[in-house]
């Protein structure tokens, strides 16, 4: 049996149609879908917000010499498994039997899931599911590991054509609160679970008063431009934060400043901008266009909410969910819930 055959089966089996053959016009779960290029591709009825936080970043990865290089795939596998270990490794992995079915909610052109679940090939069945044609290069860059149980989907993810308790486990990196609602978003994901099953995902961390206020100025701004307009104007903030980098100086801050959220203590100055005032990524082992990406990921989405532990806490429980793990770091929240 092909590759192709065997994902095609498992596919057509979770979404309940007979087959999966090119160009086939499809009702998945009362969705109207189309296969195309072999990807399912459901119809969109989505906001202008959401509209237009998928044209970002469908811009966005599409930019592929800015997150494909082997020592930036080597940093990101490093910061995926701070936050969530080594699933490969993890010993509740086996809960889910010899192949559980999973769902990367928002798998963009594959950067995190290649890395999360590259390992894992042969040991689960992938679905990478975004609402741009990011899934399209999602898809070539799986080719280009030996995964073939790899399927993907175009469509909403808060309106995705999969029935109740079907998937294992949902993986979500950076993605829901990219969505009108992250509340929303994990409310809706959440009853895709079999009862055991893991909802693993990382949202964004509210920040200090100063930064908060500029970032959503400088997104508010971008919202007038096209993709490639905002990516231009973003350039002179990534080569301020190379400079603020470049200095290489540290700053006491002799006393907390809490009407600014800002921590006593010696910081980086560059950390200092970066963490209170705005983010301009740095890092002397990235290219300009890798730290550019980063930058553009954070200002370019219309929809970029921010959160605390506390009340994603709370929605896991209101979806049914106790949560197992917690890393929280300036950046974001990372958590790993079990469905009750």
């Not at 959401?50 to 596998?77: C, I, S, V």
């Not at 300009?288 to 990406?293: K, L, P, S, T």
């Not at 370019?300 to 429980?317: G, I, Q």
Request: glycine letters at 8%; aromatic letters at 10%.
């Amino acid at each position: 049996m092909s590759s192709t055959t065997e994902t095609n089966g498992w596919l057509a089996a979770l979404l309940g149609v007979d087959s999966l053959e090119e160009g086939a016009e499809l009702d998945v779960h009362g969705r109207h879908a189309v296969v195309r290029d072999g990807i399912v591709r459901v119809g969109l009825d989505v906001s202008d917000q959401q509209a237009d936080t998928a044209e970002m970043f469908g811009f966005k990865w599409a930019q592929e010499d800015t997150f494909t290089r082997p020592d930036y795939l080597e940093k990101t596998r490093s910061w995926l498994e701070s936050r969530y270990g080594r699933l490969a490794a993890a010993p509740w992995l086996k809960e889910h039997g010899p192949d559980p079915i999973v769902l990367d909610a928002g798998c963009g052109a594959g950067l995190s899931g290649r890395e999360v679940f590259g390992p894992l090939a042969g040991r689960v069945r992938y679905l990478g599911a975004d609402i741009t044609p990011a899934v399209d290069t999602a898809k070539r860059r799986f080719a280009e590991i030996d995964m073939p149980s790899a399927a993907f989907l175009q469509a909403d993810l808060l309106d995705l054509p999969l029935a109740p308790a079907s998937l294992d486990l949902i993986f979500s990196e950076g993605v829901l609160h990219h969505t009108d609602s992250t509340e929303g978003a994990l409310k809706a994901l959440a009853p895709l679970l079999k009862p055991g099953g893991r909802f693993l995902f990382y949202v964004y961390r509210r920040k200090a008063l100063i930064r908060e206020f500029t970032d959503d100025a400088i997104r508010e701004q971008l919202q007038a431009m096209t993709p490639e307009e905002a990516w231009v104007a973003i350039e002179p903030l990534t080569k301020l934060g190379i400079a603020l980098g470049d200095l290489n100086v540290e700053i006491g801050v002799p006393e907390a400043v809490d009407v600014l959220g800002i921590p006593a203590g010696t910081i980086n100055i560059q950390r200092l901008f970066y963490w209170n005032i705005f983010k301009a990524y740095y890092d002397p082992e990235m290219t300009f266009g890798e730290m550019q990406h980063l930058n553009f990921d954070w200002y370019a989405p219309k929809n970029a909410s921010r959160h605390t532990e506390e009340e994603v806490a709370a929605w896991c429980d209101q979806a049914g969910m106790d949560v197992e793990h917690v890393h929280v770091h300036l950046a974001g929240i990372t958590m790993r819930a079990r469905k009750r």
